[in-house]
């Protein structure tokens, strides 16, 4: 196997002045090939740039954001290279890992699982913090240690872990309708049973970002969350940011909260709102 600093280019498509790539190459810590997809801008022509990375939501790829949200525009007009991993180990064909939409394939939730069968292959949380930045890092223009991170529903709560459990590691996080508290909803509940096994044992608070929240010591951080009013996961209580929040102000941790009147959970959503996000990693970035 090749090592997953060796990337193989997929397709490449000028955009905005720059190119939306996608690239694959072997993942050591998840035992498959994996795909991603990166916006690099014009500026990256000549000079190291920033960087932001996107984690996508439950039964994505790498292509939904790249081809969903619109935010090659402003990456370009910012100067920032976007990266937008896939959600879980593919091809594998684990038993069981393609019988629901919100577990296994397309469901990796961006944690660590230490129960068999998923323990040797669904490390999600090593792929993105480590594996794919170092390879991210060798290979493109980036300024390294200038990253930040954001995502969407579950992608969303992965961006809030990996940034709650790396104090220091991005500069800044965000998140739309992410699942904010999984350890207290059906989602979060189902994937941390699987993965992580029970509760009792599971160590579920170590990867649960409200209550990571509570025991966060590490550089100044303020999370941004974002969240439309008519998203019908919100009101069905699998995403509680007021959860979050709550527990943000209890240990004096700075966030802002979005209410977004009448948008739903979808990519439209995202797409009228990701500029605002991009410019605020950025703003954050160049600090
Ligand atoms: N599969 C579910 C919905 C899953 C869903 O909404 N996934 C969100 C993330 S949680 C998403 O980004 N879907 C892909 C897309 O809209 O392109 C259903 O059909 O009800």
């Known amino acids: 196997m090749s090592s997953p600093n060796d990337l193989t280019e997929i397709s490449s498509n000028k955009m905005f002045g720059g190119y939306q790539k996608v690239y694959s190459h072997n993942s050591n810590v998840l035992g498959c090939t994996m795909n991603f997809g990166i916006y690099l801008p014009p500026q990256a022509e000549e000079n190291k740039v920033p960087i932001i990375y996107w984690l996508s939501g439950l039964t994505c790829s790498e292509a939904n954001f790249i081809q969903k949200a619109g935010a090659q525009r402003y990456a370009s007009e910012q100067g920032v290279i976007l990266v937008a991993p896939d959600t879980s180990p593919r ?37 993105i913090t480590k594996e794919l930045l170092e390879a991210v890092n060798k290979n493109f223009p ?30 800044s996080v965000s998140a739309f309708a992410p699942i904010s508290n999984p350890i207290e909803c059906p989602w979060g509940q189902k994937a941390f049973s699987g993965y992580l096994g029970p509760q009792e044992t599971g160590n579920w608070a170590d990867w649960d970002a409200t209550e990571l929240v509570r025991k966060y010591n590490g550089p100044p951080l303020i ?60 703003t954050q970035l160049n600090f």
């Open 91 to 127: 091809g594998l064909n684990i038993p069981g890992d393609s019988d629901s939409w919100d577990f296994g394939v397309g469901a990796g939730f961006y944690v660590d699982a230490t129960q068999k069968p998923w323990s040797d292959n669904y490390k999600m949380f090593s792929y």
């Open 142 to 171: 980036v300024m390294e240690g200038k990253q930040s991170i954001m995502g969407h529903s579950m992608g969303g709560h992965g961006a809030l872990i990996c940034a709650l459990r790396n104090p220091g590691l991005y500069r």
């Open 223 to 282: 999370i941004f969350i974002d969240q439309g009013t008519s998203d019908q996961f919100y009101n069905e209580r699998q995403l509680l940011p007021e959860n979050l929040l709550a527990a943000c102000k209890q240990s004096n941790v700075p966030v802002i909260l979005k209410f977004r009147d009448h948008y739903d959970h979808s990519y439209f959503y995202i797409a009228t709102f990701i500029g605002e996000h991009i410019e605020y990693h950025v």
